[in-house]
């Protein structure tokens, strides 16, 4: 069983900088595979990015790439999403999420235990 927990999320002007991360406060993360979700008021959970393991290739959506980075510290327990030049659209509560099968995909299905989320807000 792990739990998750997301922080980090506030309100940032456009063109800004956030650092979103997702610790275990129990279990460990080291063999799961994690990804990021969001959404946005009125609209369906979306896919921002995924790190499988244990190769630790990394997928993005079209709309961060280039502007958002995940990454991993085992020793930690945590996975960190850094976005830069920040949007209004990424606008949305984020998530992050494990699954235990190590794929790290964008369907969100496939993700086993998932945080409660934290709320991003870019001001224009």
């Known amino acids: 069983q792990v739990q998750l927990v997301e922080s980090g999320g506030g309100l940032v002007q456009a063109g800004g900088s956030l650092r979103l991360s997702c610790a275990a406060s129990t279990g460990t993360i080291r063999t799961y595979a994690m990804g990021w979700f969001r959404q946005a008021p009125g609209k369906e959970r979306e896919f921002v990015t995924a790190?499988?393991?244990?190769?630790?290739?990394?997928l993005y959506a079209d709309s961060v790439k280039g502007r958002f980075t995940i990454s991993k510290d085992n020793a930690k327990s945590t996975v960190y999403l850094q976005m830069n030049s920040l949007k209004p659209e990424d606008t949305a509560v984020y998530y992050c999420?494990?699954?235990?099968w190590g794929r790290g995909n964008s369907n969100p299905n496939t993700y086993d235990y998932w945080g409660q989320g934290t709320q991003v807000t870019v001001s224009s």
């Open positions: 790190i499988n393991w244990p190769a630790g290739s990394t």
């Open positions: 999420a494990a699954d235990s």
